[in-house]
Each structure stands twice: as C-alpha cells, then as structure tokens.
Nanobody, 112 residues
Framework: QVQLVESGGGLVQPGGSLRLSCTAS????????MGWYRQAPGKEREMVAR???????NYADSVRGRFTISRDNANNTVYLQMNSLKPEDTAVYYC??????WGQGTQVTVSS
C-alpha cells in the first residue's frame, strides 16, 4: 500500500505555469508506474501523464508538448510541470500509483 499527497495547485492566468508535486509514503522505485489524472466538473477522470519506474513517459494528446512529468527518486516525489496553461486545463488533478492508489487531489484553475 502507498499513500500519496499532492500539492502545488492554484489559480493561474491563461498562458501561465504551475508545478504539481506528489509525494509517496514509500520508495517510488518499487512502484511500477505513477501518473497524474484530472477530472473537470461534469466530466470523467482522464489520464494526463504517466511515468514508469524506468523513466518512460506518455501523455494525453491534449497536454503533450505543454506538460512534463518527472520523478525524484531520492525524495519519493513525482512532479507535473504544466506550461502554457489553458482554461480547459481547469480540473482537480490526482496523483495515482499503479492504477490503484489515489491522492486527495489538488485544484487547478486557469482563468483571467
């Protein structure tokens, strides 16, 4: 089992940047893959980005080229760097581990 704690959400203007952090309760090298998902009001939760223990990444088409997922194994933390944010990126963002464990979510609002 693993506990996940997200941070870094907030309000940002269109075109701005935010970095989300997800800290795990145990060594993330032992976790096969971790990812970020998001859920906007009235919509289903969707995968945003994933990273494997080997460092391979994949992204949703809607964020590729703007978002970057990375991991800091020494600090058991996974990051999501979000650049060129758009209003349609507004959602609650959730950290996930091996499709089983979820964080509590952090709100990201992109608005002028």
């Amino acid at each position: 089992q693993v506990q996940l704690v997200e941070s870094g959400g907030g309000l940002v203007q269109p075109g701005g940047s935010l970095r989300l952090s997800c800290t795990a309760s145990r060594n993330i090298l032992s976790i096969a893959f971790m990812g970020w998902y998001r859920q906007a009001p009235g919509k289903e939760r969707e995968m945003v980005a994933r990273i494997t223990s080997a460092g391979s990444t994949n992204y949703a088409d809607s964020v590729r080229g703007r978002f970057t997922i990375s991991r800091d194994n020494a600090n058991n933390t996974v990051y999501l760097q979000m650049n060129s944010l758009k209003p349609e990126d507004t959602a609650v963002y959730y950290c996930n581990a091996v499709a089983l464990y979820w964080g509590q979510g952090t709100q990201v609002t992109v608005s002028s």
